[in-house]
């Protein structure tokens, strides 16, 4: 049998479809993420298939009979007449011999996978695809005595805080997208100096408007924002930039609470108290949460001046 059809060979193709999955999720490139994590599963679903026995991946059709003695290693075979099962076969297989359960998360996964190669899958559909993934993976690797660590490298805690039921959907996904930004920004500087890496991460960041900022009304139809530097992202170590929305006004004071947090170094972002709550628990350095500002009616807006602030 040729040896892209041993087990080692379907686990490396499974590994690298997952990295490349998860790189198009953090992107965000849903479609082909939904294509190469279909991949993957189907990819790993062979390699334990292979690992029992070598003529579970013969597919049946016309030359059914010379695709087992292929697989079995007693007749060798073009290439262009190899045929093995595709994903589906494969997990319904896995199926009836015990390893997999059935779960109708991962037959939408498939679905989509298979919809990915000629139309665009839903996109918010696919974006909620990583839980089935990783624990469909899990599952594999273990039926295959291989540890999570070895496959998903780099992605190990994501994936396994993608799973982890015991934390809310919106803390997970602030978890997943921290390490998606961080591997980004990390990926633009292989192979570069140290200093290059340095340079960007000392160099302040443009005040342009921010695309995560959600600006209230407070008064007499006038939108007013505050924005100022937030620490360090979480994701790339970069001077972030947090945004506030007016909660409480006064005729001398009005107090802002933090609404948005985003880097333009590595694209990371959160808008929203919920992604607001995740992203402090999740960053153990504090960020600050509210901001008073005191005014009059007799003062211009340069002579608007902060107050006190308190860090969460």
Same mark, same amino acid.
């Given at each position: 049998?040729?040896?892209?059809?041993?087990?080692?060979?379907?686990?490396?193709?499974?590994?690298?479809?997952?990295?490349?999955?998860?790189?198009?999720?953090?992107?965000?490139?849903?479609?082909?993420?939904?294509?190469?994590?279909?991949?993957? *599963?189907?990819?790993?679903?062979?390699?334990?298939?292979?690992?029992?026995?070598?003529?579970?991946?013969?597919?049946?059709?016309?030359?059914?009979?010379?695709?087992?003695?292929?697989?079995?290693?007693?007749?060798?075979?073009?290439?262009?007449?190899?045929?093995?099962?595709?994903?589906?076969?494969?997990?319904?297989?896995?199926?009836?011999?015990?390893?997999?359960?059935?779960?109708?998360?991962?037959?939408?996964?498939?679905?989509?996978?298979?919809?990915?190669?000629?139309?665009?899958?839903?996109?918010?559909?696919?974006?909620?695809?990583?839980?089935?993934?990783?624990?469909?993976?899990?599952?594999?690797?273990?039926?295959?005595?291989?540890?999570?660590?070895?496959?998903?490298?780099?992605?190990?805690?994501?994936?396994?805080?993608?799973?982890?039921?015991?934390?809310?959907? *919106?803390?997970?996904?602030?978890?997943?997208?921290?390490?998606?930004?961080?591997?980004?920004?990390?990926?633009?500087?292989?192979?570069?100096?140290?200093?290059?890496?340095?340079?960007?991460?000392?160099?302040?960041? %443009?005040?342009?408007?921010?695309?995560?900022?959600? %600006?209230?009304?407070?008064?007499?139809?006038?939108?007013?924002?505050?924005?100022?530097?937030?620490?360090?992202?979480?994701?790339?170590?970069?001077?972030?930039?947090?945004?506030?929305? %007016?909660?409480?006004?006064?005729?001398?004071?009005?107090?802002?609470?933090?609404?948005?947090?985003?880097?333009?170094?590595?694209?990371?972002?959160?808008?929203?108290?919920?992604?607001?709550?995740?992203?402090?628990?999740?960053?153990?350095?504090?960020?600050?949460?509210? *901001?008073?500002?005191?005014?009059?009616?007799?003062?211009?807006?340069?002579?608007?001046?902060?107050?006190?602030?308190?860090?969460?």
């Amino acid at each position: 049998m040729n040896d892209s059809l041993s087990s080692e060979s379907f686990f490396q193709g499974a590994k690298k479809a997952a990295h490349r999955a998860m790189d198009d999720h953090g992107r965000p490139e849903y479609d082909e993420f939904a294509l190469h994590a279909g991949v993957a *599963v189907e990819k790993l679903a062979k390699a334990v298939l292979v690992s029992k026995n070598p003529v579970y991946i013969a597919e049946i059709r016309n030359n059914s009979a010379d695709m087992v003695l292929h697989v079995g290693g007693h007749l060798q075979l073009d290439e262009e007449r190899v045929r093995t099962v595709g994903a589906s076969e494969a997990i319904k297989r896995l199926q009836k011999i015990g390893v997999l359960q059935k779960d109708s998360q991962l037959d939408l996964l498939i679905e989509m996978r298979n919809g990915a190669a000629h139309t665009s899958p839903d996109s918010i559909l696919a974006k909620g695809m990583i839980s089935p993934l990783a624990r469909t993976i899990e599952t594999l690797l273990n039926d295959l005595g291989k540890p999570l660590d070895e496959f998903w490298e780099r992605w190990t805690n994501a994936v396994k805080n993608a799973v982890n039921e015991q934390e809310d959907q *919106v803390f997970r996904d602030v978890q997943l997208r921290i390490t998606q930004a961080r591997h980004a920004f990390e990926d633009r500087f292989v192979g570069l100096p140290a200093e290059v890496k340095e340079g960007a991460l000392k160099a302040p960041q %443009p005040r342009k408007e921010e695309w995560f900022a959600k %600006p209230m009304e407070i008064r007499d139809g006038d939108m007013l924002v505050l924005k100022t530097s937030g620490g360090d992202c979480p994701a790339c170590g970069g001077q972030g930039l947090l945004t506030f929305e %007016p909660v409480r006004h006064t005729a001398t004071e009005t107090t802002f609470t933090a609404n948005g947090f985003g880097c333009y170094l590595c694209n990371f972002e959160v808008s929203g108290p919920d992604e607001m709550a995740a992203l402090r628990k999740a960053n153990t350095p504090g960020l600050m949460t509210t *901001v008073a500002v005191s005014h009059g009616p007799t003062l211009t807006p340069e002579e608007i001046k902060m107050g006190e602030t308190q860090a969460g």
